[in-house]
């Protein structure tokens, strides 16, 4: 019997669980630590910030779902792990396993900047849950006393649909309340927005752009009367101000800006586990390259960038790429057990993305994520319409029923992504053949 402990229980963690419990047999022990009694469904955290959403629409009791799939689920701190001895310590025990799947997601690197972050400093985050409703009490409190806004991401950051997302619905919200009249009837109480990216240029979101999303973006922004500065970094943070690197200051009542990631601190400790920045670099199989009982899925995972740009930034990893890596990990553990024969499998990072901007929204896809060095996809599509909000709100409860029932991409959501061209994992290629690998006898 072998015993595969999953850590973290997000948009990564909980999929790899249930696909590792659907394909291992019963006589192998599937464990799932998370640090939060709670999954929640990050992508939605941008409304909840706005107070158009509450949390607990998007959250699922871990200790209710997570048993009744056959898998231990332990809610407690992981404090070390020792990939020389098989070894994950908790506050009160330590476990042994044959296979680790780290799926922490991130941590916030607050420390980036003076003044970042809602605890200790002067900014907001949509981030995690805990931030978003720091993020909502602090704009119901604004709404007393309305004044500038700043949202945008810091530099290093990785995530920047977020931002988007919560500029252009702040702007819809104040609209209904009568502060953002166009220019022409201008009120007293007008709020002024600014939006402050580290991006090259507005639309780049960490991939070199996708499709018309550089004009697009633009365009959402310029309609709605939101300043933009591009290829701008924040040098730090004050009560009403944000500082900018060459010296400007822009006024702010309410600042949301997005932090830069990094792996979490017990990650980081262990020599040869991750890079600088904490992130675990993986090899096609999504196995560590170093520790052979290592797998790792989700933002935690090393991806580098493939262009320098004026700022340094992050590149993200979207939710479909990480369902895909839960596909292949757990694919690939079951070779390693033994449990099917055949060939290893790698995600095929294609993203497809929906951002809700209020009356409208835009649809992203991206095959794969990251272009050539000739800049070239496979596709690169954008679409926009009030449409994409609805589908938005619709696939906020797929998501959320899947991991009810222990789903994680389900044979016709297969089916469906197959039937437009996006194969979600395909056999990793060596320089010669494909490697196969047989059960162990």
């Given at each position: ?108 690197a607050l420390d980036a900047l ?22 909502h009490e602090a704009w119901e ?298 059960p162990i006898p």
């Amino acid at each position: 019997m072998a015993r595969v402990v999953v850590i973290g229980a997000g948009l990564g963690g909980l999929p790899s669980a249930y696909e590792l419990r659907h394909i291992l047999p019963r006589e192998h022990q599937v464990t799932l630590i998370s640090n939060q009694p709670k999954f929640t469904f990050i992508p939605s955290l941008p409304w909840v910030g706005l107070g158009l959403r509450s949390l607990d629409r998007i959250q699922l009791e871990l200790a209710n779902i997570v048993p009744q799939h056959g898998i231990e689920f332990i809610h407690d701190s992981v404090i070390a792990i020792d990939p020389k001895s098989h070894q994950i310590r908790l506050k009160d025990r330590t476990l042994d396993y044959d296979y680790a799947v780290i799926a922490t997601g991130p941590e916030l690197a607050l420390d980036a900047l003076p003044g970042l972050g809602p605890e200790g400093g002067y900014t907001q985050s949509i981030c995690n849950p805990h931030h978003a409703l720091l993020a909502h009490e602090a704009w119901e409190k604004f709404l007393q006393q309305p004044g500038p806004i700043v949202v945008g991401a810091a530099p290093g950051a990785s995530c920047f649909g977020p931002a988007y997302e919560f500029a252009l619905l702040a702007h819809q919200v104040l609209k209904r309340k009568g502060l953002r009249d166009s220019s022409k009837y201008r009120s007293h109480n007008y709020v002024p927005i600014t939006f402050v990216t580290s991006e090259p240029y507005a639309g780049h979101l960490g991939i070199s752009g996708m499709g018309n999303s550089r004009w697009l973006i633009r365009k959402f922004l310029a309609d709605r009367e939101i300043d933009l500065m591009e290829n701008t970094a924040i040098s730090q943070f004050e009560p009403e101000a944000v500082h900018l690197v060459d010296g400007r200051i822009i006024p702010s009542k309410y600042t949301m800006v997005l932090p830069p990631f990094r792996g979490p601190r017990f990650l980081r400790e262990v020599p040869g586990l991750t890079d600088a920045k904490g992130f675990v670099p993986v090899l096609p199989s999504y196995r560590h390259p170093k520790f052979d009982s290592i797998y790792a899925v989700g933002v935690v995972t090393q991806l580098k960038p493939i262009e320098q740009t004026p700022i340094p930034i992050g590149v993200p990893k979207v939710g479909l790429m990480t369902e895909e890596m839960t596909l292949s990990v757990a694919h690939n553990i079951a070779l390693e057990l033994g449990v099917i024969s055949g060939y290893q499998i790698k995600p095929t990072l294609q993203a497809v993305c929906f951002a809700d901007f209020g009356n409208t929204g835009a649809l992203f896809l991206a095959d794969p994520l990251l272009p050539d060095t000739e800049g070239n996809r496979h596709r690169a599509i954008t679409y926009k319409g009030a449409w994409v909000s609805w589908i938005k709100s619709a696939f906020e409860k797929y998501f959320l029923t899947k991991m009810r029932l222990g789903w994680t991409i389900p044979w016709f959501e297969r089916w469906a992504f197959r039937a437009i061209g996006l194969p979600l994992v395909e056999p990793i290629q060596t320089d010669t053949s494909l490697e196969v690998i047989h059960p162990i006898p």
